[in-house]
């Protein structure tokens, strides 16, 4: 046989981005391989044709309960939102510091609804449930945030100042202007989370919107269901006119109002029964009944927690990363077909206006609701949950990297369709897909975690059993093992994008 | 309280790249200097150098102009002076200008022809305009050094003898890094060339002449 001229690898050295896409491609079939991915429900057609008939015919004739609905979601947002950038700010500011950066981290791993159980256990249904289970992990990240921000200031003007200036009055004078208007499109966007989180607290019983989706859900109701999801679209589509900064005090009163009337008597005793009891492990706290030797405490604590470590923790642990790598490659090839929809290269002003209306909707439905619906529809297994992470994050990252692409320009016209798509405009934007892509996979990993509450075998089953059994000590153990998990990888994401020298500017997607 | 700059056997770097070796210089109060040299000989770091030597001595106009954008004419012109006034007051002047500060700086900005834009945002100024709100920093400050990069590079001819002039008369020092050779013999009493990493001209304005700066611009 002839030796071939070139050889193919020589002409085609393998750069460390395709690399790196490979790799996560070979590990996302093999997990897919190990998932469990089948449709278990017997008229999964019927299902949902009767889904797709109630989303085209809307009821709303419940005007009261949407709009009791919406206003209570709001509310728990708007509160919660405001804590967080309240006190993320001020964090932000001492953010240089290790424990200030690592506390943010560890609050940052711990999901949102994970937050709300821990809440619910002591404060029960009380509004501080809801407002707390937002503002703690959107402290952390807006602390996060915040920071990048203040840090990507140019410091000239503040080095221009006279020798002397105090340091309060630099800040207020420099700093805090320049970033002014960048950190308040930040909060904006991180409102929208909060309205999209507020929803899916209604899940675990707070009034929100999840609460009553579920109610309609379960009832088989779904053109009462397809109204209050219209609804919510349009609250967030038309963010921009009524989210105003001469209106954000009256938008926090009424909040205020809103939530009050729920906001019964606090019991005390359950708080700190929850902290020095409940959540201490099962077997430690029989030292205190002076029942047993220190020796056989510690031995029955190294079988209490290997017993929850290889018959839960680990399995769950195992399912999870398989579901989030599978969900993280299936969401970068959605982007990747999706992002042509809004980018002018691609699409007329007509195309793309409703290339965003679409994409507006897939990213303002929380995964966690998307997976409740393909549940109902097609029943348990991983196929539901990788299909709605995949449409959740796949919408997210086509948005920003349709954004990036329509700053492209190109030096002629004459290339089209598939050609254009392939050699052009991918090349130039596959970096910065990676990098949005990579940002998002701690977050695909959180929201794994999460969607086990809803009966598949991620690590969020276990805690969600745990809590109903009562073994909170078990629930917090594996939530801390889930933020581990979480910190890891979030880690590993920056040393890969350190590797591919992926370099993004801050908030894309966090 | 008398006060000059030193630099004995001095290496100055710039991002970490040594760019001027082996600086010897002494410049003390009453001088008025030009700094020439071709574009990256290293003026912009020797002045660097001079304003961390006797920060509190020195306004500074910097070749970025380094404004904040999204505060008003009035606001960056009073950053001149934040050392001057308690915090409190300096807040209040953030958030509610007051009147006789107003004044004080209508009357300092009019001159730079800057009066009718004292509540416009500096981000929307033209790149001559923002120029002139750095200078009136400057000038607001008050101070006995004046350092300036190239601080009349985005104006005409007649605007920029102006100014060069108010900025000379109100100063007692004045060092400034400059590309318009003709504007420093005219308005400096000591003329710095640099070059190739070092000093290679200092003497006095009145004893070069244009013909024997062109060197210092030749590669």
Redesign the interface.
């Given at each position: 046989m002839a030796e071939p001229i070139v050889s193919l690898t020589a002409l085609y050295p393998r750069s460390r981005t395709v690399k790196i896409s490979l790799l996560f491609i070979v590990v996302a079939v093999v997990c897919a391989f190990f998932s469990d991915v089948e449709i278990t429900t017997l008229y999964p057609w019927q299902e949902m044709s009767r889904l797709a008939h109630g989303l085209i015919t809307p009821d709303f004739s419940d005007f009261r309960v949407i709009v009791n609905a919406l206003m209570q979601t709001i509310a728990f947002a708007f509160l919660g939102v405001s804590l967080g950038a309240v006190f993320g700010f001020l964090l932000s500011l001492v953010f240089d510091y290790r424990l200030v950066h690592m506390t943010c981290a560890i609050l940052r791993s711990v999901h949102e609804l994970f937050w709300a159980l821990i809440f619910l256990q002591f404060f029960g249904l009380h509004p501080l449930t809801g407002v707390l289970a937002i503002a703690i992990p959107f402290s952390a990240i807006c602390a996060k945030v915040y920071a990048e921000i203040f840090e990507e200031a140019?410091t000239?003007?503040y080095?221009?100042?006279?020798?002397?200036?105090?340091r309060?009055?630099?800040f207020?004078?420099?700093r805090l202007?320049?970033v002014?208007?960048h950190i308040k499109t930040y909060t904006s966007y991180r409102l929208e989370c909060g309205l999209r989180t507020s929803a899916v607290l209604g899940f675990i019983g707070l009034p929100t919107l999840g609460f009553y989706l579920e109610v309609f859900f379960k009832q088989g109701l779904y053109s009462q269901a397809a109204a209050l999801l219209l609804t919510f679209y349009l609250l967030i589509a038309t963010m921009r006119w009524w989210l105003r900064p001469q209106l954000l005090l009256v938008y926090l009163i009424l909040s205020i109002y809103m939530l009050l009337p729920a906001a019964v008597d606090i019991d005390m005793a359950n708080v700190k029964r929850f902290f020095t009891e409940d959540i201490v492990p099962y077997p430690l706290r029989a030292l205190d009944d002076g029942t047993t030797t220190v020796f056989a405490t510690i031995q029955n604590f190294f079988h209490w927690f290997y017993e929850l470590f290889w018959l839960q923790a680990f399995d769950g642990i195992v399912q999870t990363l398989l579901l989030t790598q599978v969900s993280l490659v299936l969401s970068g090839m959605l982007a990747l077909i999706l992002f042509p929809l809004i980018t002018r290269h691609f699409q007329g002003t007509i195309g793309r206006g409703l290339g965003h209306g679409f994409l507006v909707i897939l990213r303002s439905t929380p995964e966690y609701l998307l997976a409740y619906i393909f549940l109902q529809l097609w029943g348990p297994s991983m196929l539901p949950a990788m299909i709605a992470l995949m449409l959740h994050n796949g919408a997210i990252i086509g948005h920003l990297c349709g954004r990036y692409a329509n700053e492209i320009v190109l030096p002629n016209n004459s290339i089209k369709g598939v050609n254009l798509f392939a050699w052009e405009i991918v090349p130039r934007i596959y970096p910065q897909f990676l990098a949005f892509l990579f940002y998002r996979w701690e977050i695909i990993f959180r929201e794994t975690a999460i969607l086990g509450m809803l009966g598949l075998y991620t690590l969020g089953f276990y805690v969600d059993s745990a809590f109903e059994e009562i073994r909170y000590d078990r629930a917090i153990l594996l939530i801390a093992i889930t933020a581990i998990i979480n910190i890891g990888i979030d880690s590993l994401s920056r040393r890969i994008r350190q590797y591919l020298r992926l370099t993004t500017t801050v908030q894309c997607g966090q | 309280m008398p006060f000059s700059f030193e630099l004995k056997s001095a290496n100055l770097c710039y991002k970490n790249v040594d760019v001027l070796t082996n600086i010897n210089l002494s410049i003390g109060a009453g001088e008025h200097v030009a700094l020439l040299g071709k574009s990256g000989a290293g003026k912009s770091t020797l002045l660097h150098a001079l304003y961390q030597q006797q920060r509190s001595y020195c306004a500074l106009v910097p070749q970025n102009v380094a404004l904040v954008e999204a505060l008003n004419v009035f606001h960056n012109v009073f950053m001149g002076r934040l050392n001057q006034y308690n915090t409190f007051y300096n807040l209040l002047n953030l958030f509610w200008p007051q009147q006789d500060k107003l004044n004080d700086i209508q009357q300092l900005v009019r001159p730079l022809g800057l009066h009718d834009l004292l509540f416009s945002r500096t981000g929307e100024l033209s790149g001559g305009q923002k120029q002139r709100v750095a200078i009136a920093r400057a000038l607001y400050q008050n101070n006995q050094v004046l350092l300036g990069d190239e601080p009349i590079s985005a104006l005409d001819t007649t605007q920029a003898r102006h100014i060069m002039k108010i900025l000379h008369d109100q100063h007692d020092t004045v060092i400034l890094a400059m590309h318009d050779v003709e504007m420093a013999l005219c308005f400096a009493n000591r003329i710095i060339g640099i070059k190739n990493g070092s000093i290679v001209i200092d003497q006095p304005a009145t004893s070069v002449s244009l013909a024997d700066l062109q060197f210092l611009y030749e590669s």
């Open positions: 140019d000239a003007p080095n221009a100042l006279p020798g002397g200036s105090r309060v009055v630099s207020f004078y420099t202007p320049m002014w208007q | -």
